[in-house]
């Protein structure tokens, strides 16, 4: 038995690394700073060791030939999930361009929102160190926060020192559009924070007055999907006064249509907020999963954001038709490797269509698939690289035990090699 | 396996060798002197042909996360340019920022054999190596950015002494995995991230206090005491505002003679004369450059048409979102440590200030004297894609082609350039000084760039064109490290490339403040910062070369 500190978490997107392990064979126990989200994708359980192929324990050369042999003569397969970590997307996009697939990550709908408003007119961001140090004021958009990441409030604003706040307890938090679902938000010294909540889907109303009020503009109305506008005019008064103020939002919690333009609302209002000489920033909550690691291996190695396909010989983009939901529906793909390497409960879409599972061990399935490998998790079984939020820091993963399953990138470099 | 090359015409600065016939012979990935009875396994008939060693870009935005903004800022500019796969390649895009692979190809294809980022953040340090492992045949390596780091201007602010410095410095290297150490608009992203909008050579940080000549001075001590063969990298205050030139010149003087790189020099060349209050100062900088043997620069030469520009100068690139061509941009701030910003930009040769960076570019290569001291860059993608070398290596080495496009150009800037008037042609001696034996030199590689016995064998071959822009983007052969790699332009079978790194030496004390500074402020462990040389080798593919420190007994 060992204990291991500093793990770091491929799971909640916002880079812990402090917590302490206890490892017993092939258990594990998180006995140090763990949290609702980290604690039990750490101490999944292993349950399956072996390979199967059509529900039959098999040896994984077998379930990699018979994973080749079902690609080989595939005119579209579809690679979704892409949820692992860097060498693993690295062995992903090698098999989908020498198979001519289609790649997917499972939470690009949500992450669609802050490329598309990337691409049409950029940002303004910061990084969660800087948070750490300088944000005074946070304005939380449309999300459950700690909800998302239970730590973050903890890590990066109540901080007990920061280099540039004399007390970071006199940090400002406010919620606009849903109400937090616990109190991790309220200050050491107990200030809660303030709650300004309307319908999700008003939000781009209310966000656009928000930003006509940043940039002075007159309003004639009182109030807005609910919320007072003198409300709103306070909010952009603290947010021109604030010293190193921060927005952010989750691009998948903007669950409503074309949130993409509310993401540029509030990313031009922080560009406003700076050309009035004040500075600002945005903080797209982000990365569980392997979500940023599927998008910047993708981007390096594509040049496009991981909803990509390779059937005409090059890299194709498309935030909508390359869609899982939308290439299955339509019938536009002839089979369907799902990899997911983080979570056991991110199953595959149910479909009819040749399917190969290569998935954390101890998922299961409505229906089995022709082929399932199961594989480590890295920062468990195995070491590597994952990103965090922010999409600076790669943070490297650990490797904790040795539980004999393969990582992602052998399982995926084997299939490609078959083919 | 022995390989001949019989015949070529060598140009081989690094031996004193202009244009002479040479046979090179390769064993072992590395080139030998002539063994005395071996039998040759394959020879290349090379008669008539130019033989230069692989051309090094020392200053090459190729990987970190600036670059991975760029192209996922700009999927139009790579659907102009998609590249399919083949039996040995892969698929990826190109123009402005390409995929990795596709630097990694299209570098090769030109005869270049290593590419140097030069803006790896300490924190960003991981994803600079992860996208430089995934460019193809091309050696690697990065200098890491430091001056506007809290922790450095803290160090400064204690008035810690230059020892502590030097620790700090090492050590970040080492964790890094660097090979030089680049300073951005010294402190001036820092000072951003407290509002201010500017900051001049001598203007103080708002919180620390400490002025930008200040952070030089110290940082090009460090790297000079800790013996690192590449002088402090240096990315000046005011990239890009008109009247900059006598910032650069009080920088030059500022240094002491201490040994700096002032890179992507055009951009901060600009005086304030004429109607339009914009004018060349490249005649006052290769003024300066010729008398001050302590500094090199690269230019960061201009090429019309569409790029972006990715820089750590978040500061200048926020001032400069006013020209971003398409109208969108990104700025970041980054983790207590540097800062990004990434801008679009279409340099248009109708447009009088582009026109005239253009021209000012070439002015200072043509007016710099000592070819040893002289890069050519455009600092890819920031003046132009790297893939516009062999047009600018045709601008410098044939004068009337020079002044045929120099007619085309924007009228009022024609007027204020004296490009014209300036006769010198590079030779081909001279581009192999800049783009091979000096770049090595500078960097420190002690193996490469050289084809005498005992360099590995990166080897170009081209043939000889009066059209210089059809010889180099074209190379008959290019092998790398032993291996013919390209034939005629094309690639024609891949590898791996090294990273080049230094690992000078440090007190191991220098952690304990460290690791203080990191659980108090950071949002990382100290010993998960830290990169490991496995983290670099462990998918099979890449390798790590150390170099030499000055004062290493070879």
Request: net charge negative.
């Amino acid at each position: 038995m060992t204990e291991i500190t500093e793990v770091p978490s491929p799971f909640c997107g916002i880079g812990t690394d402090d917590l302490t392990i206890k490892v017993d064979g092939v258990l594990l126990k998180v006995i140090e700073n763990g949290c609702a989200v980290n604690t039990p994708a750490f101490e999944q359980p292993i349950t399956d060791t072996h390979a199967r192929v059509s529900g039959q324990e098999v040896s994984l050369e077998v379930a990699v030939a018979k994973a080749a042999e079902l690609l080989k003569d595939t005119k579209l397969p579809l690679i979704g999930g892409c949820a692992t970590d860097v060498n693993g997307m690295r062995g992903l996009l090698a098999l989908a361009d020498k198979a001519g697939a289609v790649i997917d990550n499972m939470n690009f709908t949500g992450a669609r929102n802050n490329f598309l408003a990337l691409q049409d007119s950029g940002w303004m961001n910061t990084t969660l160190a800087e948070v750490k140090n300088r944000c005074d004021l946070l304005l939380v958009v449309g999300t459950d926060v700690e909800a998302f990441a239970p730590r973050f409030f903890e890590r990066y604003l109540w901080n007990k020192e920061s280099m540039f706040l004399e007390d970071t307890s006199s940090r400002e938090v406010i919620y606009l559009g849903r109400a937090p679902s616990g109190t991790a938000s309220t200050s050491p010294t107990g200030k809660a924070a303030q709650v300004l909540p309307c319908a999700i889907e008003d939000l781009p109303e209310v966000i656009a007055v928000l930003r006509a009020l940043v940039k002075k503009q007159p309003i004639r109305v009182t109030s807005v999907a609910g919320i007072a506008v003198a409300d709103l005019q306070a909010i952009a008064d603290k947010l021109l006064a604030a010293t190193y103020g921060v927005v952010t939002w989750g691009a998948g919690a903007l669950a409503f249509r074309q949130a993409e333009l509310t993401v540029q609302t509030l990313s031009e209002m922080i560009k406003d907020i700076n050309n009035q000489n004040t500075r600002c920033s945005g903080l797209p909550l982000a990365g569980k999963e392997g979500d940023q690691t599927a998008n910047q291996v993708c981007g390096w190695t594509t040049g496009y954001p991981a909803r990509t396909r390779f059937s005409s010989g090059y890299p194709e983009y498309d935030p909508f038709l390359n869609d899982t939901k939308v290439l299955l529906e339509n019938g536009e793909v002839d089979a369907l490797v799902w990899v997911q390497a983080f979570n056991v409960n991110a199953v595959p879409p149910e479909t009819s269509l040749p399917t190969i599972v290569v998935g954390r061990s101890g998922m299961t399935f409505t229906k089995e698939p022709d082929v399932f490998i199961p594989v480590g998790t890295p920062g468990i079984d195995h070491a590597g690289h994952a990103y965090r939020m922010d999409n600076v820091v790669a943070i490297r993963l650990k490797k904790l035990r040795d539980s004999g399953l393969p990582s992602t990138a052998e399982v995926l470099n084997a299939i490609e090699h078959a083919l | 396996m022995l390989i001949k090359l019989t015949g070529g015409i060598v140009y081989d600065p690094a031996s004193g060798i202009d244009g002479q016939q040479q046979d090179i012979y390769i064993r072992d990935g590395r080139i030998i002197a002539k063994p005395a009875d071996a039998i040759v396994d394959k020879e290349y008939d090379l008669k008539g042909k130019v033989v230069m060693s692989g051309a090094i870009d020392m200053h090459t935005h190729i990987g970190g996360g600036k670059g991975n903004i760029a192209r996922t800022l700009l999927p139009e500019d790579h659907r102009q340019d998609p590249v399919h796969r083949s039996d040995i390649t892969r698929s990826g895009c190109g123009h402005a920022m390409p995929s990795t692979f596709v630097t990694g190809y299209r570098y090769a294809e030109m005869g270049y054999t290593a590419g140097f980022e030069p803006a790896v953040l300490p924190n960003n340090a991981r994803q600079a190596h992860m996208e430089m492992g995934d460019i193809p045949i091309l050696d690697k390596g990065g200098y890491v950015m430091l001056g506007s780091d809290d922790y450095l201007l803290r160090m400064l602010t204690a008035k810690k002494d230059q020892k502590a410095i030097n620790d700090y410095v090492a050590w970040t290297m080492t964790g890094a995995k660097a090979i030089g150490v680049k300073v951005v608009n010294p402190g001036g992203i820092n000072a951003f991230k407290f509002n201010q909008r500017k900051l001049d050579l001598d203007e103080q940080n708002s919180h620390y206090g400490v002025t930008p000549r200040e952070i030089l001075r110290v940082l090009a001590t460090a790297v000079k005491e800790i013996g690192v063969a590449h002088p402090l990298h240096v990315h000046g205050c005011n990239l890009g505002v008109p009247g900059n030139v006598q910032t650069t010149l009080d920088t030059i003087q500022g240094i002491g003679g201490l040994p700096m790189h002032l890179t992507h020099i055009q951009f901060h060349s600009y005086g304030t004369e004429g109607d339009f209050k914009f004018s060349s100062g490249a005649a006052q900088i290769a003024e300066a450059i010729n008398r001050n043997k302590n500094i090199t620069i690269d230019v960061g030469q201009i090429l019309f048409g569409q790029t972006v520009t990715a820089s750590g100068d978040n500061m200048r690139q926020h001032a400069n979102h006013k020209h971003a061509s398409p109208n969108k941009w990104v700025t970041m701030d980054i983790e207590c440590d540097a800062g990004c910003g990434v801008v679009p930009f279409k340099y248009k040769d109708q447009n009088f200030v582009n026109a005239l960076q253009w021209a000012i570019g070439l002015e200072t290569f043509l007016l710099v004297n000592d070819p040893w001291r002289i890069f050519l860059t455009t600092d890819h993608p920031n003046g132009a894609p790297f893939t516009s070398y062999p047009h600018l290596i045709r601008l410098l080495m044939d004068r009337s082609f020079r002044n045929d496009v120099l007619a085309t150009i924007h009228p009022e800037a024609q007027k204020m350039t004296t490009l014209a008037s300036i006769e010198r042609e590079y030779t081909l001696q001279e581009i192999a000084i800049m783009t091979r034996a000096g770049a090595a030199k500078l960097i420190g590689l002690k193996d490469r760039g050289g084809l005498s016995a005992g360099n590995w064998a990166d080897i170009t071959v081209y043939t000889d064109n009066a059209d210089r822009q059809k010889m180099f983007e074209k190379p008959d052969y290019v092998f790398k490290d032993g291996q013919l790699v390209v034939v005629d332009g094309k690639v024609v079978s891949t590898k791996w490339g090294t990273t080049h790194v230094v690992k000078p030496e440090f007190d191991a004390s220098v952690e304990k403040g460290l690791k203080d500074y990191f659980d108090r402020y950071l949002t990382m462990k100290l010993g998960n910062f830290k990169i490991s040389d496995d983290e670099i080798t462990e998918d099979g593919r890449g390798s790590i070369s150390v170099h030499p420190l000055q004062g290493d007994v070879a």
